[in-house]
């Protein structure tokens, strides 16, 4: 970066607990902004594999088909596929070993999804916490980093017998710069946990509703085999 | 996996993000050149010491008799010049008054008379040339003089100027120190604006303690006056030169203009 720059010059003369406290918050900033965008593109894919699996799930096809055309593909199964390849996989096995009535299958397999659902879900909602810790704290360190820089411009201020605005400005606007790079991460992480937090339910319920409507599948199936 | 690829490109655009942002904050607080990043030091308070001192009328008077004085001699210069040249006139009037005279002899009289005739006529020329000689030489000798006199006058005035200059240094540092007492001890009261300002005479007793402080031009704000006056009282004492010649000449009572500069309003 430039070096004739009077806001680095304001950052480069701060004392070193403000330094350290905009360089935290620069990290923080950093850290969120990669994790708003990771969890942008994930959620965003988990959204539209979703959207295509349904398409695929309710047209018809068979199921066994849909199955090993998930476990053959190349890339990993995420969301609604996942979900459905353990509650298939847990049916057949049961279905083959003839162990369990239909009941019990049905208890096995709604288990086995719920189990999926939730490991989804979790993975779905990584970072999500640190946007929610990054936007309710950073405004605080940055705070923190602005009243120590005043505290001490304020300090300086005693030793001088010339009480003037001047002798002080310096201080509390180089403080001041914590402040707004607390702001600056705040800012965008708090927003971007609550859209991501209503996307993560909204996946959710997907997940729930495809959850019962297979359950019903099956348990339909089990009935006609019979 | 799919992952990891979101991560590298999420880490990409965060930094580039971040770098746009910095980038342009600093560009634009690069242009705003005039965003004021004072020094520490520096204020902006003005007290300045209106001195009404006898010193500085001193120098005026001194100017205008140095000034008078040159005007007087060049009058006198004048006026000399004209009378040389009046005298000059006659003296050539006379002389051609004379010739003519002469000449009107000559042709009169017969050529016997023509020479004592003009002899006479030399020496009464020569004794008018002698007198007006003589007048002439005494003119210039009391204008000398007088010249001489003017110029004594002015060298004891340059003398005196001259050392009343290094006083007036001396004098300065007092009152630079004087002032940055009060500018410390003054606090302006809110209500103080920019482009107020009230004068007030203050007196001091030869060891420099304050005696008495006046306001001579309030500044229409009654808390303004006060401070000033405050700020005037609180220094209680200023350090005032030893010399009594000085102290009189400067320190004895001098007024000083409050008018702060350096208010938002």
């Known amino acids: 970066m430039n070096e004739q720059l009077s806001i680095l010059d304001l950052v480069l003369n701060a004392s070193l607990v403000v330094q350290l406290v905009m360089g935290l918050l620069l990290l923080a ?71 369990a009535d239909h009941d019990q299958t049905m208890q096995y397999v709604g ?31 940055g705070l923190f980093g602005t009243v120590w820089g005043i505290m001490n411009s304020f ?45 993560v339910e909204v996946s959710v319920n997907r997940f729930d509703a495809f959850t019962d409507e297979f359950s019903g599948l099956l348990y339909r199936a089990l009935h006609n085999q019979k | 996996m799919n992952l990891t690829g979101y991560s590298i490109l999420s880490v990409f655009l965060a930094v580039a993000i971040h770098a746009v942002i910095v980038g342009l904050l600093l560009t634009n607080w690069q242009s705003e050149e005039h965003f004021p990043v004072t020094p520490a030091e520096k204020f902006y308070i003005d007290a300045s010491v209106v001195k009404q001192n006898p010193h500085t009328v001193k120098k005026e008077n001194t100017a205008k008799i140095k000034r008078q004085a040159q005007a007087r001699r060049q009058k006198e210069k004048k006026a000399a010049q004209q009378r040389a040249r009046l005298a000059q006139e006659a003296l050539d009037k006379q002389a051609a008054l004379d010739k003519q005279k002469a000449e009107e002899a000559q042709r009169k009289q017969a ?7 003009e002899q006479l006529l030399e020496q009464q020329r020569r004794e008018i040339a002698e007198s007006e000689q003589q ?67 203050v007196r001091l007793v030869p060891t420099g303690e304050v005696v008495s402080v006046d306001v ?47 208010l938002r309003l």
């Open chain 1, 155 to 199: 300090r300086g201020l005693a030793t001088v017998n010339q009480a003037s605005l001047s002798v002080v400005a310096p201080g509390i606007s180089e403080a001041l710069v914590a402040t707004a790079i607390g702001l600056f991460a705040a800012i965008p992480a708090v927003i971007a946990y609550n859209r991501y937090a209503a996307l």
């Open chain 2, 111 to 117: 050529a016997i008379e023509q020479s004592r005739l």
């Open chain 2, 135 to 201: 007048a002439a030489d005494e003119l210039a000798e009391a204008d000398r003089a007088r010249l001489e006199q003017e110029i004594a006058l002015a060298v004891i005035e340059e003398q005196d100027y001259r050392r009343a200059v290094t006083d007036d240094e001396k004098a300065q540092a007092y009152v630079a120190q004087i002032q940055r007492e009060m500018i410390q001890n003054w606090s302006r009261p809110p209500s103080a604006r920019n482009g107020m300002q009230a004068i007030v005479r």
């Open chain 1, 29 to 99: 900033s950093m850290v969120s902004w990669v994790v708003i965008f990771q969890r942008g593109f994930t959620l965003a894919t988990v959204r539209r594999e979703a959207i295509e699996f349904e398409n695929e799930f309710w047209s018809g096809k068979d199921l066994r088909k849909i199955y090993l055309e998930i476990e053959s593909a190349e890339r990993e199964p995420i969301g609604l596929e996942n979900i459905f390849v353990a509650g298939f996989k847990e049916f057949t096995r049961l279905r083959q070993q003839k162990a």
């Open chain 2, 216 to 262: 001579e031009e309030s500044s229409g704000n009654d808390a303004f006056d006060r401070s000033v006056v405050q700020a005037v009282q609180k220094s209680g004492r200023f350090l005032v030169p030893a010399d009594s010649r000085q102290f009189e000449r400067n320190f004895r009572s001098f007024t000083v203009l409050f008018r702060p500069e350096d």
């Open chain 1, 111 to 141: 288990r086995a999804m719920r189990v999926a659902m939730s490991r989804e879900e979790e993975r779905l909602e990584t970072g999500l916490p640190f946007l929610a810790t990054v936007g309710s704290t950073s405004p605080y360190v």
